[in-house]
Protein backbone atom coordinates (compact mmCIF):
# COMPACT_ATOMS: atom_id res chain seq x y z
CA UNK A 1 0.00 0.00 0.00
CA UNK A 2 0.92 3.24 -0.75
CA UNK A 3 0.16 6.88 -0.08
CA UNK A 4 -1.06 8.95 -2.78
CA UNK A 5 -0.26 12.38 -3.89
CA UNK A 6 -3.96 14.12 -3.47
CA UNK A 7 -4.12 16.65 -6.80
CA UNK A 8 -5.39 19.92 -5.60
CA UNK A 9 -8.18 22.82 -6.47
CA UNK A 10 -6.94 24.01 -10.60
CA UNK A 11 -5.75 20.44 -11.55
CA UNK A 12 -8.35 19.55 -14.57
CA UNK A 13 -8.64 16.30 -13.90
CA UNK A 14 -11.14 18.03 -10.81
CA UNK A 15 -13.02 19.19 -13.47
CA UNK A 16 -13.63 16.26 -15.71
CA UNK A 17 -16.67 13.40 -15.15
CA UNK A 18 -14.65 10.37 -14.07
CA UNK A 19 -15.63 7.35 -16.48
CA UNK A 20 -17.05 4.38 -15.24
CA UNK A 21 -15.57 1.16 -14.19
CA UNK A 22 -16.63 -2.37 -16.19
CA UNK A 23 -17.84 -4.34 -12.72
CA UNK A 24 -15.44 -7.35 -14.59
CA UNK A 25 -12.62 -5.12 -13.04
CA UNK A 26 -13.69 -3.72 -9.74
CA UNK A 27 -11.63 -7.23 -8.64
CA UNK A 28 -8.60 -7.04 -10.76
CA UNK A 29 -5.56 -6.50 -8.38
CA UNK A 30 -4.33 -3.07 -10.49
CA UNK A 31 -7.85 -1.55 -8.76
CA UNK A 32 -7.81 -3.71 -5.55
CA UNK A 33 -4.77 -1.63 -4.69
CA UNK A 34 -5.95 1.38 -5.97
CA UNK A 35 -8.94 1.17 -3.27
CA UNK A 36 -6.30 0.24 -0.62
CA UNK A 37 -4.11 3.05 -1.40
CA UNK A 38 -7.11 5.53 -1.15
CA UNK A 39 -8.26 3.94 2.05
CA UNK A 40 -4.43 4.52 3.63
CA UNK A 41 -4.05 8.07 1.97
CA UNK A 42 -7.60 8.77 3.65
CA UNK A 43 -6.79 8.09 6.74
CA UNK A 44 -2.92 9.70 6.81
CA UNK A 45 -4.78 13.03 5.40
CA UNK A 46 -7.38 12.43 8.38
CA UNK A 47 -9.80 12.53 5.79
CA UNK A 48 -13.43 11.16 6.57
CA UNK A 49 -13.92 10.72 2.29
CA UNK A 50 -11.37 10.12 -1.32
CA UNK A 51 -12.75 10.41 -4.53
CA UNK A 52 -10.08 8.78 -7.33
CA UNK A 53 -10.20 11.82 -9.13
CA UNK A 54 -8.33 13.40 -5.55
CA UNK A 55 -5.92 11.40 -6.57
CA UNK A 56 -5.58 11.46 -10.10
CA UNK A 57 -7.33 8.83 -11.41
CA UNK A 58 -10.69 9.64 -13.57
CA UNK A 59 -12.43 6.80 -12.07
CA UNK A 60 -15.90 6.38 -10.56
CA UNK A 61 -14.26 5.37 -7.54
CA UNK A 62 -15.04 6.65 -3.87
CA UNK A 63 -13.96 5.67 -0.19
CA UNK A 64 -15.27 7.07 2.97
CA UNK A 65 -14.99 6.23 6.55
CA UNK A 66 -14.80 7.70 10.26
CA UNK A 67 -14.43 5.25 12.75
CA UNK A 68 -16.34 6.12 16.09
CA UNK A 69 -13.60 8.90 17.67
CA UNK A 70 -15.65 11.42 18.63
CA UNK A 71 -18.91 11.23 20.61
CA UNK A 72 -20.47 14.22 19.26
CA UNK A 73 -19.59 13.10 15.59
CA UNK A 74 -21.67 9.99 13.88
CA UNK A 75 -19.29 7.12 12.80
CA UNK A 76 -19.61 6.56 8.99
CA UNK A 77 -18.52 2.57 8.02
CA UNK A 78 -15.70 2.22 6.06
CA UNK A 79 -17.39 2.36 2.12
CA UNK A 80 -16.47 1.34 -0.95
CA UNK A 81 -18.27 1.87 -3.39
CA UNK A 82 -17.58 2.00 -7.96
CA UNK A 83 -20.17 3.61 -9.80
CA UNK A 84 -21.88 5.50 -7.44
CA UNK A 85 -25.13 7.28 -8.11
CA UNK A 86 -27.75 8.95 -5.01
CA UNK A 87 -31.36 10.30 -5.07
CA UNK A 88 -32.67 12.13 -2.47
CA UNK A 89 -35.03 10.88 -0.28
CA UNK A 90 -37.12 14.31 -0.10
CA UNK A 91 -36.55 17.93 -1.29
CA UNK A 92 -35.35 18.50 2.40
CA UNK A 93 -31.84 20.03 2.32
CA UNK A 94 -29.56 21.01 5.08
CA UNK A 95 -26.75 23.27 5.66
CA UNK A 96 -23.27 22.11 6.65
CA UNK A 97 -19.85 23.02 6.33
CA UNK A 98 -17.78 21.20 4.02
CA UNK A 99 -13.97 21.07 3.66
CA UNK A 100 -11.82 19.51 1.10
CA UNK A 101 -8.54 17.34 0.85
CA UNK A 102 -8.13 19.11 -2.28
CA UNK A 103 -8.95 22.13 -1.26
CA UNK A 104 -6.82 22.41 2.05
CA UNK A 105 -7.63 24.68 4.80
CA UNK A 106 -10.79 26.36 3.48
CA UNK A 107 -14.27 25.55 4.86
CA UNK A 108 -17.65 26.52 3.82
CA UNK A 109 -21.60 25.67 4.73
CA UNK A 110 -23.12 23.34 1.76
CA UNK A 111 -26.75 22.88 1.49
CA UNK A 112 -27.08 19.18 0.68
CA UNK A 113 -30.04 16.73 0.80
CA UNK A 114 -30.71 15.61 4.38
CA UNK A 115 -31.30 11.76 3.41
CA UNK A 116 -30.44 9.80 0.11
CA UNK A 117 -30.53 6.66 -0.99
CA UNK A 118 -27.49 5.11 -2.58
CA UNK A 119 -26.80 3.01 -5.33
CA UNK A 120 -23.50 1.07 -6.95
CA UNK A 121 -21.20 -1.77 -6.65
CA UNK A 122 -18.74 -2.54 -3.52
CA UNK A 123 -15.09 -3.37 -3.54
CA UNK A 124 -16.17 -6.95 -4.43
CA UNK A 125 -18.36 -5.83 -7.42
CA UNK A 126 -21.05 -6.53 -5.79
CA UNK A 127 -24.74 -4.62 -5.88
CA UNK A 128 -25.07 -2.58 -2.91
CA UNK A 129 -28.08 0.06 -2.20
CA UNK A 130 -28.48 1.66 0.93
CA UNK A 131 -30.04 4.36 2.63
CA UNK A 132 -27.92 7.16 4.19
CA UNK A 133 -28.50 10.57 6.23
CA UNK A 134 -27.29 13.19 8.13
CA UNK A 135 -23.70 13.34 7.98
CA UNK A 136 -23.09 9.76 6.21
CA UNK A 137 -25.51 11.24 3.57
CA UNK A 138 -23.60 14.71 3.12
CA UNK A 139 -19.90 12.98 2.87
CA UNK A 140 -21.68 10.57 -0.16
CA UNK A 141 -22.50 13.33 -2.15
CA UNK A 142 -19.59 15.53 -1.39
CA UNK A 143 -17.23 12.37 -2.63
CA UNK A 144 -20.15 11.86 -5.66
CA UNK A 145 -19.97 15.18 -6.70
CA UNK A 146 -15.96 14.70 -7.49
CA UNK A 147 -16.69 12.41 -9.89
CA UNK A 148 -18.71 14.98 -12.16
CA UNK A 149 -16.11 17.57 -11.57
CA UNK A 150 -18.20 19.16 -9.50
CA UNK A 151 -16.38 20.56 -5.91
CA UNK A 152 -18.05 22.20 -2.84
CA UNK A 153 -17.49 25.60 -3.60
CA UNK A 154 -19.64 25.17 -7.06
CA UNK A 155 -22.27 24.27 -4.33
CA UNK A 156 -22.18 27.07 -1.86
CA UNK A 157 -24.92 29.84 -1.80
CA UNK A 158 -23.71 32.01 0.58
CA UNK A 159 -19.86 33.17 0.45
CA UNK A 160 -19.92 34.32 3.81
CA UNK A 161 -19.45 31.81 5.19
CA UNK A 162 -16.14 30.63 3.04
CA UNK A 163 -13.30 30.50 5.55
CA UNK A 164 -9.47 29.50 6.36
CA UNK A 165 -10.04 27.03 8.97
CA UNK A 166 -7.86 28.68 11.56
CA UNK A 167 -10.70 31.32 11.43
CA UNK A 168 -13.43 28.86 10.40
CA UNK A 169 -12.34 27.63 14.38
CA UNK A 170 -12.29 30.80 16.21
CA UNK A 171 -15.21 33.02 14.53
CA UNK A 172 -17.27 29.91 13.73
CA UNK A 173 -17.24 27.22 15.77
CA UNK A 174 -16.63 28.83 18.77
CA UNK A 175 -19.50 31.20 18.12
CA UNK A 176 -21.65 27.99 17.97
CA UNK A 177 -20.59 26.46 20.77
CA UNK A 178 -21.30 29.60 23.09
CA UNK A 179 -24.54 29.67 21.55
CA UNK A 180 -25.00 26.21 22.39
CA UNK A 181 -23.99 26.94 26.08
CA UNK A 182 -26.38 29.55 26.28
CA UNK A 183 -29.42 27.92 25.13
Known amino acids: MAILKV??????????RARDIPPEEITSPPLQRLVADMVETMVDYEGIGLAAPQVYQPLRLIVLGMPDVDPEEEAIPLTVLFNPE???MSDERVDGWEGCLSIPEIRGVVPRSAAV???GLNGEGQQVEFAAEGFFARVLQHE????????????????ETLAYFEEYQRYWIEEEEEEEEEE
Do not use: I, K, Y
Open 7 to 16: SRMGHPVLRQ
Open 117 to 119: DVN
Open 86 to 88: FTA
Open 144 to 159: MDHLDGVLFLDRMEDF
